[in-house]
């Protein structure tokens, strides 16, 4: 099949080396002129595993290419993937939806043929009709169906998230569309993953129902966290014994700073704003923003108070920047708060990261930027483990012992057993379990 990408980002990018991968001929779609020419030498914008050999191994078959020609791409396409940007409007926190209002109008000029538009952007719900208006509207004699199919790869793991999804979401009730999606989609059904056909509005809701719901799950246990330092009890384990009740299950349970990144916060945003909108209002979700925002400066809060108090003067190594491990974004990325909060408590950063710094460098002022963990480490009062990447999963205790003033490490995403960390004679301090001082 002749597939479309419009929106070379993260998920256009994936979802294209990902379908060409499967076999169809895709072109991806960027009017940023350096990006595409960047992307023709086989120089990926993101750091995303597994995604540089995937683009180089399709583009040489001759399967994926790169324009910024929209209406060439377009022409002989049996489908068009909008895959633009959404991100929150300053101000309101709606989900700003230009871009993709404006790459509908250029498409509609150009296609020919029966063509099915699909968005693959994550869009408010009633999106897919405005959508289909202004097609219709730009080209009246467009022969055009508009369908939802939401994507819910993760960063990191977002080649095997999009080629085993638990599930695809396809919002049509057109049979010629239908066809199409099921073409498209073929090359799954080795994987045995179901395609879920619904109405369109339903399906724009259920990419913002998930992705609340698993906010929701996350904010739950982080507050679960707080409770458990309160009364002594260990939330690791509270997690796990809830979460082999199937009905909950156990992914999603675990507690650390927040989260972050370019989906979570903005589609909880928007989901709020939308409900209230429609005049059904949605205090979960309200609820699950406020806390999850209020949660970074409380992790700032519980370096200062394990720091004894004060971190004026002090120096703190932070370990990992971005929202998560295996990617090099910086969006929303708990660390932004923590630092900025910490740096107006006075105190001096360092800070490592294996893939973010750079992004890092434009959100945050003002920090020392080290070039191992040991680096940043080197004379400084607190260590703080923000983001839990594998090459802070072996840290060398004895060495850091010597490099710092004190050996004191504030774990967020409790990546190691309390006694293993004492034992080498540091304080220890994780989230939702008992702190304690060297053994
Ligand atoms: C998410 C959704 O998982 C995906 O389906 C959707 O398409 C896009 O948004 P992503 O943002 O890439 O994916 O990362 P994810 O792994 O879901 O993590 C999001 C944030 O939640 C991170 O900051 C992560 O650290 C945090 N998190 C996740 C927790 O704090 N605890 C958990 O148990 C899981």
């Known amino acids: 099949m002749r597939l479309v990408m419009i929106g070379s980002g993260y998920v256009g990018l994936v979802s294209g080396a990902c379908f060409a991968d499967f076999g169809h001929s895709v072109v991806c779609v960027d009017k940023v002129e350096d990006k595409v020419e960047s992307l023709r030498k086989g120089l990926i914008p993101i750091f995303e595993p597994g995604l540089d050999a995937l683009v180089a191994s399709n583009a040489k078959a001759g399967r994926l290419s790169f324009s910024t020609d929209l209406a060439a791409a377009v022409r002989d396409a049996d489908a068009v993937f909008i895959a633009v940007g959404t991100p929150s409007r300053r101000g309101d926190g709606h989900a700003d939806l230009s871009y993709v209002y404006a790459a509908a109008r250029e498409i509609a000029r150009a296609v020919t043929g029966f063509t099915v538009i699909v968005t693959k952007s994550t869009v408010p719900v009633g999106t897919g009709d405005e959508v289909e208006r202004i ?61 879920m056909f619904c109405e369109r509005r339903t399906s724009e809701l259920i990419k913002y129902a998930g992705n609340a719901f698993l906010a929701m799950k996350i904010t739950f246990i982080n507050e679960i966290a707080d409770l458990c330092e309160r009364v002594g009890a260990d939330v690791q384990k509270v997690a796990k014994g809830i979460g082999l009740d199937k009905r909950i299950g156990d992914k999603f349970l675990h507690a650390g700073p927040g989260y972050g ?7 909880t945003l928007a989901l709020a704003k939308t409900a209230q909108d429609h005049d059904s209002p949605m205090r979960l979700v309200e609820a699950t923003v406020a806390i999850n925002d209020n949660r970074k400066r409380a992790m700032a809060r519980k370096v200062i108070a394990a720091g004894g108090g004060d971190v004026r003067g002090k120096k703190v190594a932070v370990l990992g920047l971005t929202f998560k491990p295996n990617t090099d974004d910086m969006r929303e990325s708990p660390s932004i708060a923590i630092i900025q909060a910490l740096q107006d408590n006075g105190a001096v950063i360092s800070a490592y990261d294996p893939e973010g710094m750079e992004a890092a460098k434009s959100v945050i002022d003002g920090v020392v930027y080290a070039t191992s963990p040991y680096d940043a480490a080197d004379g400084a009062d607190v260590l703080v483990l923000v983001t839990e990447w594998d090459a802070f999963r072996a840290l060398d205790f004895a060495r850091l012992k010597t490099l710092m003033n004190a050996p004191l490490l504030v774990d967020l995403r409790n990546v190691y057993p309390p006694q293993e960390v004492m034992r080498h004679g540091f304080e220890y ?5 008992k702190s304690g001082g060297a053994a």
């Open 135 to 195: 097609m219709r509207e730009e080209n009246p004699q467009a022969d055009i169906e508009v369908v939802s199919n939401p994507e819910f790869l993760r960063e990191g793991a977002a080649i095997s998230d999009f080629k085993r999804p638990d599930r695809v979401v396809i919002g049509t009730v057109e049979p010629r569309a239908i066809e199409v999606m099921k073409d498209v989609y073929r090359p799954l059904s080795l994987n045995e993953a179901p395609l």
């Open 261 to 267: 990144g370019s989906c979570f916060p903005k589609d």
């Open 429 to 433: 301090h994780s989230v939702g379990r």
